[in-house]
């Protein structure tokens, strides 16, 4: 039976079965050869099932599905859309996390949306026309809402659609709240923002689907704790401008290919700097001396690893490790010796 996991939680994987005869949750665990593959298996997955226990509702995963795509921060996989939810206040938008978040996305090709929480506590309209002066040019979809007096849901609802739909966003923005005023029955746990340090506390610890009945098709939204340690040091500096929209028009008139768009002489991009909103470029800098960091610590580490898959007849199997490898031919050589010291 194939069905998809719905959440995870210690060693075990809760799979939905649905079809038009079933739906139904089952609660499984990994056959040990997949678990050797030491692949990882995330919230989102389709997978195959055996020794279904329908009495039981229990049964085993043996294979994981081809993935549409995934997040590897929230570990997620095959979502279609990211709404990137972020706080007007308690916490104060930050700019930067948020350029963070939809570049993130943006790497993983997953097209992003854009909520913006706690708009009830928002008394200067400046910063809401900053926002929309920045990213609607940028193609994003925005709407504004507040969890608490319950205005913009239904905006918020539209921009779902019946897509799966990932959260995004720092602990404390409000992304509990937003499902609870879709769907008051679920009461998921929520907890003030922390007057000492301005900062959301985790609530929510695990990611995981919830699906929503609303109208002819239900709403599936993957919620997800909290994070904010989104760190570009896993690419190359010269591939953090294909991120960012409206440097990535001007790079061709670069006059070296290797730009970063630092340095003036040449640089189109810099040229047209005017054209860039200052937050978004402030945040491209961040992001290359990231991924500069990155590139050092490669050239002194070097790129080779030690894999723990190999391709074989069409699959993916466990490898034994080079240690190993090497035990197992010196073993090999020394029973050779006593054979040939005992014919002697």
């Keep these: 039976m194939n069905g998809q996991i719905l959440k995870i939680h210690s060693d075990f994987y ?19 050869v997949l678990k050797k593959q030491k692949e990882k298996i995330l919230v989102g997955d389709f997978v195959q099932c055996v020794q279904v ?11 994981i599905l081809p993935r549409k795509n995934f997040l590897t921060r929230p570990s997620v996989a095959n979502v279609e859309q990211v709404v990137i939810v972020s706080s007007i206040k308690e916490p104060d938008l930050d700019f930067e996390q948020l350029n963070r978040y939809i570049c993130f996305a943006k790497y993983h090709k997953i097209k992003t949306k854009l909520c913006f929480n706690k708009n009830d506590l928002s008394e200067d309209d400046s910063v809401i026309e900053k926002i ?5 040019p940028l193609g994003f979809e925005i709407v504004f809402t507040s969890a608490l007096e319950k205005l913009g849901i239904e905006d918020f ?21 937003l499902i609870n005023s879709i ?16 900062r959301g506390t985790h609530t929510t610890r695990h990611c995981e689907i919830i699906e929503i009945k609303h109208g002819r098709n239900p709403i599936k939204i993957i919620d997800t704790p909290g994070f904010s340690n989104v760190r570009f040091d896993f ?13 990535k028009k001007y790079k061709s008139g670069c006059k070296f290919k290797d730009c970063l768009h630092i340095e003036a002489e040449g640089c189109n991009v810099l040229e047209n700097i005017d054209d860039i909103d200052l937050s978004r470029y402030q945040s491209y800098l961040s992001f290359v001396q990231e991924a500069k960091e990155f590139k050092e610590k490669i050239k002194m580490q ?16 466990a490898k034994i490790s080079t240690r190993k490898r090497q035990s197992a031919r010196n073993t090999l050589r020394q029973n050779i010796y006593k054979d040939l010291d005992s014919e002697q």
């Design 302 to 317: 070097g790129t080779k690893k030690e894999t723990s898959q190999k391709e074989s007849l069409n699959k993916q199997v």
């Design 157 to 177: 609802i539209e921009i779902l659609g019946s897509k799966t739909t990932v959260f995004a966003g720092n602990s404390g923005v409000g992304k509990s709240s």
């Design 14 to 32: 809760y799979v939905n079965f649905k079809s038009a005869t079933l739906d139904e949750i089952y609660e499984c665990k990994v056959r040990e």
């Design 132 to 136: 929309f002066q920045i990213y609607e």
């Design 183 to 198: 769907c008051p029955g679920l009461n998921i746990k929520t907890k003030e923002v922390s007057e000492k340090t301005s």
């Design 235 to 247: 690419l190359m500096p010269n591939q953090i401008d294909e991120l960012f929209d409206e440097i």
């Design 53 to 63: 226990d329908e009495k039981r509702h229990t049964g085993v995963i043996e294979k």
